[in-house]
């Protein structure tokens, strides 16, 4: 009973390459999110949907694309992967979209490498 | 600027001790603080809200807006308690850097 699960765990890569990482909560929520941690576990939001419609994009290169196709799914789509690319990347969801109770529940997280 | 300074990188003390996680803000509204805590090999979770005034696992946290500070305390560390500490301003979703924490035995 997984509330928020990422695939895949682990992703390694040539520079270059196109990948995807999925993200689903079965939770109900109907906010959810994408974050990346670095080497230094500094953790940076990335981008934030609400009800399939992208409320937060962060200053991210336009190489990342998050895609919405319904309220539970959120994936990453990162075009042309480059060495810093290479991070822990954290998928989270809740309730609403941000605020004093909006507790975030986050995935297990993806280690993307990038040779 | 909006931000949460987490001063400490590595915080080591032995079992039994007190401890103290130093988190501060910077935020010109109303601040929501939270803290998250990761386990080894294991996912973000919450800790506990400011709003709630909780104990959670024995840590609690008060938020000072005189000093701006929201830190974590324990009066008692537990080898257990090891891990990465994050304080959060959730609303704006701005993470402090983090704080591995390390109870010796």
């Known amino acids: 009973d997984t509330a928020v699960s990422q695939t895949p765990k682990y992703l390694v890569t040539q520079m270059g390459n196109d990948k995807s990482i999925k993200c689903e909560q079965n939770?109900?929520?109907?906010?959810m999110y994408w974050y990346k941690q670095d080497s230094k576990k500094f953790l940076k939001i990335m981008f934030s949907?609400?009800?399939?419609?992208?409320?937060i994009n962060e200053t991210v290169p336009n190489r990342f694309s998050p895609k919405s196709p319904d309220k539970a799914h959120l994936n990453l789509h990162i075009n042309s992967l480059e060495l810093g690319d290479s991070a822990v990347y954290f998928c989270?969801?809740?309730?609403?979209?941000?605020?004093?109770?909006?507790?975030?529940?986050f995935g297990p997280g993806t280690r993307l490498t990038v040779l | 600027a909006q931000r949460v300074t987490q001063p400490e990188k590595l915080l080591s003390v032995f079992k039994g001790a007190p401890v103290e996680l130093k988190c501060n803000y910077s935020?010109?509204?109303?601040?929501?603080l939270f803290w998250y805590v990761q386990y080894s090999r294991q996912r973000l979770q919450l800790l506990l809200r400011?709003?709630s005034r909780e104990s959670i696992k024995g840590f609690t946290a008060d938020l000072n807006k005189g000093e701006t500070s929201f830190h974590l305390k324990k009066p008692f560390a537990q080898e257990e308690d090891s891990a990465m500490y994050y304080c959060?301003?959730?609303?704006?979703?701005?993470f402090g850097t983090g704080t591995r924490l390390k109870v010796l035995a």
């Open positions: 989270a969801s809740s309730q609403a979209s941000g605020g004093a109770s909006d507790t975030q529940y």
């Open positions: 939770l109900g929520h109907d906010t």
């Open positions: 400011h709003i």
């Open positions: 959060a301003l959730i609303y704006k979703y701005i």
């Open positions: 949907y609400n009800n399939k419609e992208l409320i």
């Open positions: 935020y010109s509204g109303s601040p929501e």
